[in-house]
T-cell receptor, first 115, second 110 residues
Framework: GAVVSQHPSRVICKSGTSVKIECRSLDFQATTMFWYRQFPKQSLMLMATSNEGSKATYEQGVEKDKFLINHASLTLSTLTVTSAHPEDSSFYIC???????????FGEGSRLTVL | TQLLEQSPQFLSIQEGENLTVYCNSSSVFSSLQWYRQEPGEGPVLLVTVVTGGEVKKLKRLTFQFGDARKDSSLHITAAQTGDTGLYLCAGVWGAQKLVFGQGTRLTINP
């Protein structure tokens, strides 16, 4: 069964609105989660590292005020795309490392379409 | 900045043929992973290679990690239509942060 769950799997919104995407780890706790973005026909690009109980760490070129990350519990991280624009349309994927194993599990991804 | 160059980016071959996908970098990684991704889904881990020179086999797939831990290859023997998909290599550095290659979109024709 799934180890990491993302919701929603698809979302369509109007330009200027904000969209929240959830990433949940099932049956285990995660102090760290990673958020990736994947444009059509391209590879995954790391956006930020979500840290439970502290601020997220953003990769170079990723606007922290536009992509708000909240890791409020050991099983949930949320990514909020604020004031979304059509260029934010992408496939957003989270991944969760399993402590002590070196393994990473990915969520199913969330496809955002901004009209 | 760690970069991974994956080649070829597109590959279309006939069922039964063999193929190799390459993943190269100027950086040394603690380990390297290969993933397969279906459209509209997240990547699924195929294998992790850790030791320089390591070779791992997964049925008809053979994965090799370069001696210097900077490059890797994926070889598929007797490809089947079910092997069609996007294959991604990813270098692991830091606290399980991944840097992905561009991906190889593989199409196996019947």
């Amino acid at each position: 069964g799934a180890v990491v769950s993302q919701h929603p799997s698809r979302v369509i919104c109007k330009s200027g609105t904000s969209v929240k995407i959830e990433c949940r780890s099932l049956d285990f706790q995660a102090t760290t989660m990673f958020w990736y973005r994947q444009f059509p026909k391209q590879s995954l690009m790391l956006m930020a590292t979500s840290n439970e109980g502290s601020k997220a760490t953003y990769e170079q070129g990723v606007e922290k005020d536009k992509f708000l990350i909240n890791h409020a519990s050991l099983t949930l991280s949320t990514l909020t795309v604020t004031s979304a624009h059509p260029e934010d349309s992408s496939f957003y994927i989270c991944s969760v490392p399993i402590a002590g194993t070196g393994e990473l599990f990915f969520g199913e991804g969330s496809r955002l379409t901004v009209l | 900045t760690q970069l991974l160059e994956q080649s070829p980016q597109f590959l279309s071959i006939q069922e039964g043929e063999n193929l190799t996908v390459y993943c190269n970098s100027s950086s040394v990684f603690s380990s390297l992973q290969w993933y397969r991704q279906e459209p509209g889904e997240g990547p699924v881990l195929l294998v992790t290679v850790v030791t320089g020179g390591e070779v791992k086999k997964l049925k008809r797939l053979t994965f090799q990690f370069g001696d210097a831990r900077k490059d890797s290859s994926l070889h598929i023997t007797a490809a089947q239509t079910g092997d069609t998909g996007l294959y991604l290599c990813a270098g692991v550095w830091g606290a399980q942060k991944l840097v992905f290659g561009q991906g190889t979109r593989l199409t196996i024709n019947p």
